[in-house]
């Protein structure tokens, strides 16, 4: 099973950045998926979450500015992150989980300055 992020950077406040995880080994159209982040010295976090069917669920924290999909036939997760603030610097990691076990891809950074 692999999961692999992409789309990190440095980006301005008020900016945007498209992140994607790539998903193999795992029967994808079936299983939820989640975004986390880890800032320095905080624990990790969920951000988003879209389930097999779409219907995704996000933490108060980015409600109203991040957006996650999913395109099952590419076997692969997006998050959308738009007006995005200092705050948001983090790692950022794609997640599932299947038969129990979680799977975790190696994050990528998101740093927000000016």
């Known amino acids: 099973v692999q999961l692999q992020a992409f789309g990190g950077g440095l980006v301005q406040p008020g900016g945007s950045l498209r992140l994607s995880c790539a998903a193999s080994g795992v029967i994808f159209r079936l299983n939820a998926m989640g975004w986390y982040r880890q800032a320095p010295g905080k624990q990790r976090e969920l951000v988003a979450g879209i389930a097999s069917g779409g219907f995704t669920n996000y933490a108060d924290s980015v409600k109203g500015r991040f957006t996650a999909s999913r395109d099952n036939a590419e076997n692969t997760v997006y998050l959308q992150m738009n007006s995005l603030k200092p705050e948001d610097t983090a790692v950022y990691y794609c997640?599932?989980?299947?038969?129990?076990?979680?799977?975790w891809g190696k994050g990528t950074q998101v740093t927000v300055s000016s």
């Open positions: 997640h599932t989980r299947e038969y129990g076990i979680d799977y």
